[in-house]
């Protein structure tokens, strides 16, 4: 499919040239590569008489009058020229006034009157459109309505100058810049074509020479394939220029940007062309004009790619940054990895953040822009810092996926917080919203003001059904009760084998597998281990010879994952292509099983719901095991989802859905089936402490909103003032942000007063350092005060002799709710530690005493904080990974699954890093600044010290890391210069596509460190303008 660039039609004229034959090439005549003359098509004017002679009646006419005044004789010769050229319509002669009055405007031979200017110049570009391509056209037409609406000399110079410089562009296709050196043209106009009235020299002869200096030109011996080549680069590049100027977006044929985007996807990601209605959508009047966007398309539909195009728009055209925000860690480090690649050959950076991972504020790069790619919570934190040093207006675009997350707890909450201040403080940043359930759309619309979207298109047909007892019928909403049958399952079962499958899942997926995929979601995390097991057991043989090889491999690099240990389940389930996918896997196998399922090596994974929300592993079939997600049934959002998983586009043509239900449930699934999404509403009145009081105290702290009256406007723009009628029927909204700012006060996080006697006052409210440290520490205010009182409590006694104090502080409290401490091995990790160690449990307060009375059973007298309790136990766990870095060792030492200990470093590397930025904040805990630093690094990545700047780059978990240092690639520079080919055959299950991403990703981290530096020098060497003694 041919991409139009941003369309610009091209004006008809009746003054375009006309064809004539072409007469043969005479003898010893200069040629071009292809021997033809390339205006041979063309007539020729140095032959037209007529031309000729009606320019030298007009020039000996008008010099007759000795007296006039040279402007006016200019002005008159000119508009007779015009006139006779329209008249003599047959030969077609305006492209030969236009050089000729283009030429004696450059050497300042004519002064003419301003009409007559602007007619001329309309008549130049009119000729022109037939000729120019349709970036430049866009040009001359934004640089011709600045110019009419300004009618002022310096305009008028500099247009005229554009459209001289296209010209010469013509004539010398060496030169397509308008500011390229015009010295060396084979060509010289400069003293052929001088049409000076004060000299008594003949127009006639001045045209006469210039046409035969056209004419006897020479030409270049250039290919001309070449020579096309070189002309599209450089025009491209010139456009570009002029775009950023002009602040157009079109600066090359592919939606705006260079063709070069487009053999970048072809490359990458294998997309020849892009559905209808991606062209549809990109080419939407509300996104030319730069307003909010919100889009919904069914899962697989291709959403990403649009917004991926609209990103590189912003960035390469109009050379703003630009955010895009994931819900997840896990997609933010696989979009890291593969949009690295375009930035490497386009030329801008890609930056992380995600867990502990980013900076605050983001480096203010000199050239090259950045697209920030975060979660929820980072993404929050970075709109703050941006707000904070006057930097949003730098942010072009926010992208937000999932946009439906906005309905969703504390962290839609967050998403509603960052997208409302983004909205109240830049005028200029466009915000883009994507998902695949949406039902409230006028809601959300109003709160971003935004146009929408959607479109019901899926590259593969989905076909929906529902399994009752062993029957199989559609679903189908024209019926009465929203089914049709469709057939009865016809695999035998024995006797044994319909009590160990009741559900007959072995004949649901033996349809398929092994030659097609299949995913089963479960309830819970055991049942999807359970359905694995089971599914294997009655397997014929047979499976097993399918992909034999690879799947030893599989099981050979999940035993070097877990250091030598491998989950029996999975030992048991590989070699028949079955796993299990869940959050009790780890980082490193999690990534494994999904590349060896997307490979082909795994058909058949049994997961829990969250593998519909990541990472995208379709499926030809989608068994939901049961309507209920842990003990909650099935919300028509999360069936959606799941569903929207069936059909891969380009290998299947048509991906099916089959949820078993049970005869008890029939009724509410046929109710399920057939029900709207649900709406989406905001959380910030839901989520006090993580919403509402959060929101307030930032707007205060980033001098967003200081009085009362400017928060109650900010909070009318919010998702919760669209839809205050809903949630707040007891309170208004305005009464709600009163109570909440003066919490706030209570709290000793603000500063101010707000009494009923002032309520509609300008009172000022100030927040107070710790205040400060909690909105830009991210600390939720459930925490903050107790956050505050034992780094304080630290200060008086900090035992140093190993990290186990430090890391009680960076131990994340909300996992304490979740925690049942085995006593006895509470008591054996104890018993094992320092006698400086043992004493931070009696500081933090758990004294030994307790923990042996707990580990005998025996009654407690004296009560003990249980969350201190539990916390402490956590904080051993973390003690003891950080030691033995294995998570396998460390599970079941502790008795917990990988998944868990997994979970909790990951969420303690992040809460480090939140602490560290709350310190930060306060001076009087300057000492914790280093200690927390070093302690965030360890608990990002716990591994060995040497790998750690293999860790960095996005997509290298541990196990990959130590195959690359025994490799012998032990830098970041040593990965950013492999050769991807090279990388493939020294490191064991690396596909080709793997190896060029991490290469791509190291290349990407190098760049942006290389650019911090550079960006440090010349501040360092960047001299001071208030020197005193200095003018």
Not at 659 to 681: A, M
Request: aromatic share 6%.
């Amino acid at each position: 499919m041919a991409v139009p660039a941003l369309a610009v039609r091209r004006k008809s004229c009746q003054g375009s040239v006309r064809k004539r034959s072409r007469a043969p090439a005479q003898p010893g005549a200069c040629s071009n590569d292809s021997e033809e003359d390339m205006f041979g098509d063309y007539d020729s004017f140095y032959g037209n008489d007529s031309l000729v002679a009606q320019v030298d009646a007009i020039e000996h006419k008008y010099l007759q009058d000795k007296n006039m005044d040279i402007k006016a004789a200019g002005d008159i010769r000119l508009r007779n020229l015009h006139s006779g050229i329209h008249q003599n319509k047959e030969d077609n002669i305006s492209t030969s006034e236009n050089i000729v009055d283009l030429k004696a405007h450059k050497e300042g031979g004519f002064r003419m009157k301003e009409s007559n200017l602007v007619d001329s110049s309309q008549e130049l570009s009119e000729s022109l459109l037939d000729v120019l391509p349709s970036s430049q056209l866009l040009y001359f037409e934004k640089m011709g309505e600045l110019s009419s609406s300004s009618r002022k000399s310096a305009g008028t110079e500099s247009r005229d100058k554009c459209i001289s410089s296209s010209l010469d562009k013509i004539n010398g296709p060496s030169s397509f810049c308008p500011e390229a050196d015009h010295r060396n043209k084979t060509t010289d106009f400069s003293s052929d074509s001088k049409c000076d009235l004060l000299k008594t020299g003949s127009l006639k002869s001045h045209l006469k020479s210039a046409m035969s200096g056209n004419a006897k030109a020479q030409t270049l011996q250039i290919s001309k394939t070449k020579q096309l080549k070189e002309a599209v680069l450089s025009e491209e590049i010139c456009v570009a220029r002029k775009t950023i100027e002009s602040s157009s977006v079109d600066i090359g044929p592919f939606y705006g940007l260079p063709s070069k985007v487009k053999d970048l996807l072809r490359q990458f990601r294998g997309i020849e062309t892009l559905y209808e209605w991606q062209h549809d959508c990109l080419m939407l009047e509300s996104l030319q004009q730069r307003k909010n966007l919100i889009y919904s398309l069914p899962t697989s539909g291709g959403k990403t790619l649009v917004a991926e195009i609209i990103i590189l728009q912003e960035l390469l055209c109009r050379q703003k940054d630009v955010l895009m925000i994931l819900p997840y860690v896990a997609i933010v480090q696989e979009k890291v990895r593969g949009l690295s690649s375009f930035g490497i050959e386009l030329g801008f950076l890609v930056e992380e953040y995600a867990g502990s991972k980013g900076r605050f504020p983001p480096i203010k790069r000199r050239t090259k822009k950045s697209l920030y790619i975060a979660t929820i919570e980072k993404g929050h934190a970075l709109v703050n810092s941006l707000i904070e040093t006057e930097r949003i207006d730098d942010l072009g675009l926010v992208v937000v996926d999932e946009l439906h997350m906005l309905g969703e707890g504390s962290r839609g909450a967050t998403l509603e917080i960052t997208l409302a201040k983004i909205l109240y403080t830049s005028k200029d940043t466009q915000i883009i919203g994507m998902s695949a359930t949406l039902n409230n759309v006028g809601d959300l619309q109003k709160f971003l003001q935004a146009e929408y979207y959607s479109n019901n298109f899926r590259p593969v047909e989905l076909k929906e059904y529902v399994k009752i007892q062993d029957t199989i019928y559609a679903v189908d909403s024209k019926t009465e009760n929203g089914f049709t049958f469709t057939r009865r399952l016809n695999f035998k079962y024995s006797s044994n084998l319909e009590k160990a499958d009741p559900d007959h899942i072995i004949a649901l997926v033996t349809e398929v597998i092994p030659k097609y995929s299949c995913l089963i979601f479960c309830p819970t995390k055991k049942n999807c281990e359970n359905v694995a097991s089971m599914v294997c057991k009655y397997l014929k043989k047979e499976f097993r010879a399918h992909q034999e090889k690879e799947k030893q491999d599989l099981i050979k690099n999940l035993k070097n994952i877990g250091n030598g240990s491998v989950c029996p389940v999975l030992k048991q389930t590989i070699p028949f292509g079955i796993a299990y996918h869940h959050s009790g896997l780890t980082n490193d196998e999690r990534k494994s099983i999904e590349e060896a399922y997307s490979a082909g090596v795994l058909c058949l994974l049994a997961c829990t719901a969250t593998l519909a929300a990541g990472v995208n592993l379709p499926a030809r079939r989608v068994i939901l095991r049961a309507p209920y997600v842990a003990s909650d049934f099935l919300k028509k959002n999360q069936y959606k989802q799941m569903i929207g998983r069936a059909g891969r586009a380009g290998i299947d043509s048509a991906g099916e859905s089959i949820l078993i239900v049970q005869e008890k449930d029939k009724h509410l699934v046929q109710k399920l089936v057939n029900s709207p999404l649900e709406n989406c509403y905001s959380n910030l009145l839901l989520e006090l402490t993580k919403g509402m009081q959060s929101l307030l105290l930032s707007l205060v702290g980033l001098k967003i909103a200081v009085t009362l009256e400017e928060v109650n406007e900010f909070m009318h723009g919010t998702l919760v003032g669209v839809q205050q009628h809903l949630l707040s029927k007891e309170k208004s909204l305005s009464e709600i942000t009163k109570n909440g700012l003066e919490n706030l006060i209570e709290k000793g996080l603000l500063k101010g007063r707000i009494s009923e006697k002032d309520h509609n006052s300008k009172c000022m409210l100030t927040v107070t350092p710790l205040g400060k440290a909690t909105y830009k520490g991210s600390i939720d205010l459930a925490y903050c005060n107790l956050l505050y009182r034992e780094l304080k409590k630290g200060l008086e006694g900090l035992i140093l002799e190993s990290n186990l104090h430090l890391l009680y502080l960076a131990t994340p409290y909300d996992m304490t709710f979740n925690c049942s401490p085995d006593w006895m091995i509470y008591l054996r990790q104890f018993n094992q530690l320092s006698a400086a160690e043992q004493k931070v449990a009696d500081i933090v307060g758990v004294p030994e005493s307790f923990i042996t009375k707990k580990a005998s059973g025996q009654a407690i007298r004296k009560a003990v904080d249980s969350a201190v309790v539990n916390r402490l136990y956590l904080t051993f766990v973390l003690y003891t990974l950080l030691k033995e870095t294995n998570i396998w060792s460390v599970s079941e030492k502790f008795n917990m699954s990988r998944g868990y200990v997994q979970n909790l470093l990951n969420s303690a590397a992040s809460f480090a890093s939140c602490v560290l930025h709350f310190c930060e904040e306060l001076e009087e805990f300057w000492v914790y600044k280093a200690l927390l630093t070093e302690l965030t690094k360890q608990l990002t990545y716990c591994v060995r010290t040497e790998l750690i700047p293999l860790m960095e780059v996005a997509g290298v978990l541990e196990a990959r890391a130590k195959q690359l240092y025994n490799a012998g690639y032990k830098t970041l520079a040593h990965l950013a210069n492999a050769n991807p080919e090279t990388l493939v055959k020294m490191i064991e299950h690396l596909s080709r596509r793997q190896a060029k991403q991490i290469v791509s990703s190291a290349k990407m981290l190098l760049s942006e460190k290389a650019e911090a530096l550079q960006e440090e020098v010349e501040e360092l060497l960047k001299v001071p303008t208030d020197i005193p003694g200095t003018c």
